[in-house]
Structures are given as structure tokens and as C-alpha cells.
């Protein structure tokens, strides 16, 4: 992999991040529901293997 696919890779993994955090951040408790849950936990999963992915 040369260094600008690894730099894209970087960027868009920041990008999904920042997705990640501003989900969470808008999540209402009293109204979060098993579903909003396994999204974000779903998301987490996604963002992980995006960054094993990178590290190859």
C-alpha cells in the first residue's frame, strides 16, 4: 500500500469517526433503545476492522 492510499485510509476512518461521535452525541438517553444501541455498537465493529484493514 503507498503512502496516499494509507493517508485516504486515514482520512476516511477520521471521517466515520467523527460520524461516530456526533451519532452518540445526539443520542437522547431517556429515548435510546436497544436498536440505537447495536448501531453504534455495529459502527464501532465497522471503524475497527477499517483499522486492522489499515494496518496491513
Known amino acids: 500500500m503507498d503512502k496516499s492510499q494509507n493517508n485516504e485510509q486515514v ?9 461516530f461521535i456526533e451519532t452518540l452525541e445526539a443520542i437522547e438517553p431517556e429515548h435510546t433503545d436497544l ?22
Open 11 to 19: 482520512i476516511e476512518l477520521k471521517n466515520r469517526f467523527n460520524q
Open 35 to 56: 436498536q440505537d444501541i447495536d448501531r453504534l455498537i455495529m459502527l464501532l465493529d465497522e471503524l475497527e476492522e477499517q483499522m486492522d484493514n489499515s494496518k496491513k
